[in-house]
């Protein structure tokens, strides 16, 4: 398994897959923010519930903007795909992330569709066993990345990870980890509103390694 996580590995990976850090970590700070909007008066379920909308709706909203990326909803999983590149992203909730040791771990159960998902996309993993396909089978066969995030107080970690199965309901194993955030390393909290802007004067500060 690859991990990478200096930014002279993250960035040239990153935009071989058609994207920035910037792209990924404008993603994750809505979806922080989102969740700290959850107040005592919402269902439980409410914190990763707004992560989740909002996370997805971000990235969307980023990936969008781009070329040849298109929204997806195949099999019932929300995601954007891009036909040019073979790839599809997923957002997700975690409960680990962003730990250069230790595999994500998804915050809820993966059912058969992901897992068909993941599989199925695995064949463009490995060119000897590429197959001919028309475009809805193309988009079936995509390999699928997911973008997991952890926000747990004032701690929020996050990677970009292309898992290789889905077993007992969680990924298992990956081929590749980018990680975005580190421990330590989101400064502070961020009071995001759902629309997707920060308040004009706030700043989140992501701090990386030399």
Sequence with gaps: MTVLAEEFQTAPRLAELGMTAADLLDIVRVAVGARRNAVMFHPASAPGLFSWLEGTGQMRRVFLAKESWELSRRDNIESVYN?????????????????????????NRKGAASARAVDLGQIEMFPE???????????LNATVWILFVEAEGQRVRAEFSCPKAISDEQYAGFHERILLVQDGEWDKPDPQSV????????????????
């Design 83 to 107: 036909p040019q590149l073979g790839i599809k992203i997923i957002f997700q909730n975690a409960e680990r992330a962003g730990d250069p040791i230790f595999e994500p771990l998804a915050a």
């Design 129 to 139: 066993h590429r197959i001919e396909k028309e475009r809805t089978a193309a988009e």
């Design 195 to 210: 629309d997707g802007e920060p308040p004009a004067d706030y700043e989140v500060t992501v701090t990386r390694k030399g």
